[in-house]
């Protein structure tokens, strides 16, 4: 879900979203509204309003008295937002090289490049931060708005994931740019079902490695 807004709802919603909720962390916590509120510079109030979008979105789970706790992701539903994620991905490529443009090949190979280019840089969120951006770039070109929107509303169990997942294994991120690198191949060659085998070798691959945590 993406807000232009700049309330302090809004921009609490942006941090809390993109931010705090992608951090490893925190699950299994409750969330500091105070401390929230003066990372952004607003008052606990919007936080607050913030917090209740988040739980519509099942993100975070309101505690009466307690406030607003960020559950552990359940292994089912890491396997269902893998499976999800696998069907739009593949419809994606399938619409997009059925299409006159084409996938958008050149934009997913710069992305692909500056996940090489701080690889070796350790920051584990910015690099899965550009992986949501590489798979985003591909659901975005097959033009449907619908599907668009539910995509983006797993961003940030994406990021959380991934983060989690290159935690868990020491040669993940080399791999994860093979398998962005064999995506990228099979979208170029134009062949629907060399990128759908792509793609969703790099799905369950990544769903493997969380399942064993």
């Given amino acids: 879900m993406q807000l232009s807004g700049d309330s302090g709802r809004d921009r609490a919603y942006q941090y809390l979203r993109g931010t705090v909720l992608s951090d490893p962390a925190v699950s299994g916590t409750f969330i500091n ?18 917090l209740l979008m988040l739980a519509a979105e099942d993100l ?12 552990p992701v359940p292994g089912r539903e890491i396997a269902e937002m893998m499976q999800a994620r696998g069907v739009i ?10 299409s006159p443009d084409g996938a958008p090949v050149d934009a997913m ?9 701080i690889v070796e840089a350790g ?23 619908v599907l668009g929107r539910l995509y983006d509303s797993l961003r940030a169990r994406h990021v959380l994931l991934g983060v989690v ?24 060659s134009g062949d629907p079902a060399k990128a759908e085998a ?10 493997s490695i969380l399942m064993q945590g």
């Fill in 60 to 71: 975070v789970q309101l505690v009466p008295h307690r406030g607003a706790f960020v559950a």
């Fill in 109 to 117: 190979s710069a992305v692909l490049e500056q996940q090489r280019a």
């Fill in 33 to 50: 509204e105070q401390a929230v509120a003066t990372e952004v510079g607003i008052s606990r109030t919007p936080v607050r309003e913030a």
């Fill in 123 to 145: 920051d584990a969120k910015g690099f899965i931060e550009l992986d949501s951006q590489f798979h985003a770039l591909l659901v975005e070109a097959a033009g449907n708005t």
């Fill in 89 to 98: 991905e593949s419809w994606a490529a399938t619409t997009c090289l059925a």
């Fill in 198 to 207: 792509a793609i969703l070798r790099h799905l369950d691959t990544t769903g």
């Fill in 165 to 188: 997942a290159l935690q868990r294994s020491t040669t993940r991120r080399q791999d994860v740019l093979a398998e962005h690198q064999a995506i990228v191949d099979g979208l170029a």
